[in-house]
């Protein structure tokens, strides 16, 4: 079967850097693609050039294909941005790595989630948006939704903002949905709690995930297979399994080296990526 989206030679360039080169990736239906790499690798501005969220300072080339829904396939990069905005929110979303940057700090929270459903469906009213919106809240087990549906971002925890933001994400069981780094502010308790939720809401909708994180550790709790990135390039594919295991490139041997353990040598320094 055709890929659901398929990316060929992915380059990316701001002005005279070029932050991506070469990058060719596939996620299939239902499947989850972990993307890691050291900050600064290309990982975001991959994943953001997939809805055209990039931004007129970049030079994008390459292909993205996209399956639709009619099976028939579009390059993302070369549609109108009048089809990419019928796309976003609908059949691919994005969770973005700081709730408190994504979310409006002066709107109410459940305003905020109820025009998620507004945006993207023109025949919802405003006690159907409302309706939606304490359901998305509720899938994501926040707590007395309809009384705390006034509140602010600032009067929720980093873990309770993070779930409102999957639920704006998820509001419309999106075909894929790209998660960038959603854990990374959060300690370790809440960030499992985050995982496990995402994990469930993704096997229950059956959609795909693209999944970045520095975090090897993490990517492999939730990843079928792991795509490694380095300085703009994918150096490294496979399933999880054997790249946690068995890797072949050198660079993932080192950002593997460099994660520190119960039996690390604490009088010797971690190892550094090559």
């Not at 970049?58 to 905005?85: C, F, K, M, N």
């Not at 080192?254 to 520190?260: D, G, I, Q, R």
Request: hydrophobic share 45%; charged share 25%; with cysteine.
């Amino acid at each position: 079967m055709t890929p659901l989206v398929e990316i060929s030679d992915l380059r990316i360039r701001f002005g005279a850097t070029e932050a991506v080169r070469g990058v060719t990736l596939h996620i299939d239906d239902g499947e989850v693609l972990g993307l890691v790499g050291e900050s600064g690798s290309g990982k975001s501005a991959t994943a953001l050039a997939i809805p055209g969220l990039l931004g007129s300072a970049a030079d994008v080339t390459g292909q993205i294909r996209w399956r639709g829904s009619d099976g028939g396939t579009v390059d993302l990069l070369r549609q109108p941005e009048s089809v990419l905005r019928s796309l976003r929110g609908r059949e691919i979303a994005m969770i973005f790595q700081e709730p408190m940057t994504a979310l409006n700090p002066v709107m109410k929270i459940g305003r905020q989630v109820a025009e998620c459903a507004l945006a993207h469906d023109r025949s919802c009213t405003g006690r159907e948006a409302r309706r939606r919106a304490i359901a998305a809240l509720e899938s994501v087990a926040i707590p007395e939704v309809v009384r705390r549906y006034e509140d602010y971002p600032h009067q929720f925890s980093g873990g309770q903002r993070q779930r409102i933001l999957i639920a704006m994400a998820l509001m419309h069981r999106p075909r894929l949905v790209i998660a960038d780094e959603p854990t990374t502010a959060l300690d370790v308790t809440v960030q499992a709690q985050i995982l496990e939720l995402l994990l469930g809401l993704q096997r229950e909708h059956g959609m795909a995930m693209l999944f970045i994180s520095h975090d090897l550790a993490v990517v492999g709790k939730v990843a079928h297979r792991i795509a490694v990135m380095r300085q703009g390039e994918i150096v490294e594919t496979g399933a999880s399994r054997r790249v946690l295991t068995a890797p072949a490139h050198e660079y993932t041997r080192s950002l593997l080296a460099a994660v520190p353990t119960m039996h690390t040598d604490r009088a010797r320094p971690l190892a550094t990526p090559a």
